[in-house]
């Protein structure tokens, strides 16, 4: 099996068996996002506890890609501080859009398979779905926790 089927396979695992696959009551972080060049669509759900990701849950429906991208991303942000799954998102996002990872890709787990996805504009965005709307959530949480202050 090459590197390509192997990275085909834990795309199609995250598809049939989504990590983190429902919602959570009374979120900090709530967010739809869609992707209409492919009808993906997903909503992300967080609950922080000291800045640090406590619950994270998804729902949406889409193509394979989007569907497998949102669970490796609530996988790899469990547990992190905001500041480390921005880095993430950012990691994410060079990577698909082919522009190099900045770091090492056995840090990116399961993310790792995504890279192929570069050779594949129309799915970059695919792709990305979960992490921009993840982004946008972080963005909509600081921003209100600025106006509070
Ligand atoms: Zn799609």
Request: aromatic share 6%; net charge negative; with cysteine.
């Amino acid at each position: 099996m090459g590197l390509d089927d192997l990275y085909q396979e834990i795309i199609l695992e995250h598809y049939k068996q989504p990590r983190n696959k429902g919602h959570i009551e009374n979120p900090d972080i709530e967010l739809n996002g869609k992707n209409p060049f492919c009808g993906d669509e997903i909503k992300i759900f967080i609950k922080l506890k000291d800045n640090v990701v406590d619950q994270v849950a998804f729902e949406g429906s889409g193509c394979a890609i989007s569907q497998a991208s949102a669970s490796v991303m609530t996988e790899m942000i469990k547990g992190k501080t905001i500041e480390e799954a921005k880095k993430l998102i950012d990691s994410f996002a060079s990577m698909v859009k082919g522009e190099g990872c900045p770091v090492d890709l056995q840090e990116l787990d399961d993310m790792a398979a995504f890279q192929g996805i570069s050779e594949f504009p129309t799915r970059v965005k695919c792709a990305l779905l979960a992490w921009k709307t993840l982004e946008q959530g972080i963005k909509k949480k600081t921003e209100k926790k600025d106006h509070s202050d």
